[in-house]
């Protein structure tokens, strides 16, 4: 029979409250991932007899943000501190709060499936150094063998069969002109949160690496358009805007992401994105500086082009 | 006389060590960093008479994160648990670990100055294009106008009268040589959060705009040491690591950032950061191209750059 509390609520793990962690036991940290502040750990809950053969379940700890109402700010006077160095105006210490305002966040599934176990595991980020030569050698045969299904979705947009409504603005020239789009990760509810994705029509451009001095008319003519557009439409002024390409980016036809300069996420770290400006600056220094130059960015473990490279790196 | 503790070392804020924050007089919250976690403070300490009219300080509290190691994770399982709603096989709880496991960063700058507090007050983030004539114009008469004591601090490192016990690597050489500490932003707890600043010797390099390719050697000898240090010590590879240099950087003595790839934060983002990879590439693509280039960056409205700027953009 399930063990119940005062309430008669079932207290087994799975279907209701339980009152700590401690029948936890843990088999491996699934993901550590300190941009959240966050654990995720596979382990198995005792069940009632205390055996441990009990549910496999995955625990995510994850430290909360601050409350900032003022007066629970003010109580965080309380907390004690442990000097950690002092240099001039500057101290640092480890600071022990008041427990009830440091709790933290606890997500439990349990019991869990290898789907789940999967969807949480650390897939290694590491960063590529690619030359010229291992672009010829590895990269562009790896996009020349991509399937063509894997972009016609973009054919789809690009020849209106496809998001028509979604449209925002389009220059129709075949050489200059582009389609601009919202992002789908923007639901279009506020401005300062704006992501727009401007899309080429020539068809030739894969990526930053295919650009020459040659193509500074279309970035300037993406650029000074849907500038324009994004302040007619929604106030914003190009100085508020984070205009960058991505290095790999998702598919390979080019296209450029317009987003709120507020807005922040790892699609915006040096080492995948470049700013357009500094694309136009390169080619201006040098208008063969995409073909000459060794670009550095982040690969997942995972990913196919990472695994054609390894035996080249 | 100053208020000293069992050891007798002095307890008033900005020389020493503080047992609590229990003197901290919150005057407002500067700003509220979700991102990271962190709340940033302004207020006073109380003096020792208790009055309210001590020294005004900046209070940085930032959540951190969890430790790693298996013994801590073991332990985290005595988090007691509270409910806050269960689906199914999910279940979401308000968590209370042991507070020995659950301390938070402070960091404490005491006297602290009106350009501390806007540094760290909210404002309004703009993209700049700095041509090398705006440079001229404006950036390189701001760099020189600050006063020398706001780089005391890194000469007082590099003369080994400060921070000394922190020092990880040094080359001592005048024109190559550099400095490899851990950044404060970093606890030095974990691997997985590594964060060290190359702090070279050379002293007429403001930043990235005064490199040029004669300086390649020092660049590739940062990258070189650094990297087999931190390989050393840490176990951790060079494809692991984010190496970058900020422009704008938030002082002008030319320094390197090391950090996890699995580190984020806004100090990565483009328009910010820039690959010590990628600044390697340029100079060797063109000698001079940090004196031709337009650089694009953020700058926070209420920073004094952006207010010297405003008259020519």
């Known amino acids: 029979m399930a063990k119940r509390d005062a309430d008669g609520v079932d207290l087994t793990v799975g279907s209701a ?18 941009d959240k502040k966050a654990l995720f750990l596979l382990g198995r809950f005792k069940d009632i007899t ?11 700890l994850a430290k909360r943000h601050f409350e900032t109402e003022t007066s629970k700010v003010e109580q965080l006077s309380q907390t004690a501190l442990q000097s950690i160095f002092t240099n ?20 439990i599934i349990c019991p869990c499936t290898d789907k789940h176990i999967a969807k949480y595991s650390k897939q290694e980020t590491f960063i590529v150094r ?23 979705w973009v054919y789809n947009i690009l020849e209106k069969k496809k998001e028509v409504e979604r449209l925002l603005y389009e220059d129709p020239d075949a050489a200059q002109g582009f389609m601009l789009h919202p992002d789908l990760k923007w639901d279009q509810k506020q401005a300062s949160e704006l992501y727009c994705l401007a899309i080429c029509h020539n068809r030739d451009l894969r990526s930053v690496r295919d650009l020459r001095q040659e193509h500074l008319p279309l970035l300037e003519n993406i650029k000074t358009k849907s500038c324009q557009f994004i302040l007619d439409k929604y106030g914003i002024m190009q100085d508020k805007l984070r205009i960058y390409l991505h290095y790999q980016p998702s598919y390979y036809h080019l296209h450029v992401h317009f987003t709120h300069v507020d807005l922040f996420g790892a699609g915006q770290n040096v080492g995948k994105a470049i700013l357009l400006e500094d694309v136009i600056n390169n080619l201006a220094i040098d208008p063969d500086y995409y073909l000459k130059s060794t670009l550095s960015y982040t690969l997942g473990s995972e990913m196919d082009l990472y695994k054609a490279m390894q035996s080249h790196l």
């Open 88 to 107: 001039d105006i500057y101290s640092k210490y480890g600071g022990t709060p008041p427990p009830s305002l440091n709790e933290i966040n606890v997500d």
């Open 130 to 152: 690619e030359t010229p030569e291992l672009y010829a050698l590895v990269t562009l045969p790896y996009i020349l063998s991509l399937p063509a299904t894997t972009i016609q």
């Open 17 to 34: 409250r339980m009152g700590s962690l401690e029948g936890f036991v843990l088999e491996r940290v699934l993901l550590d991932a300190p």
């Open 50 to 60: 205390g055996e441990e053969n009990g549910k496999r379940a995955i625990v995510i």
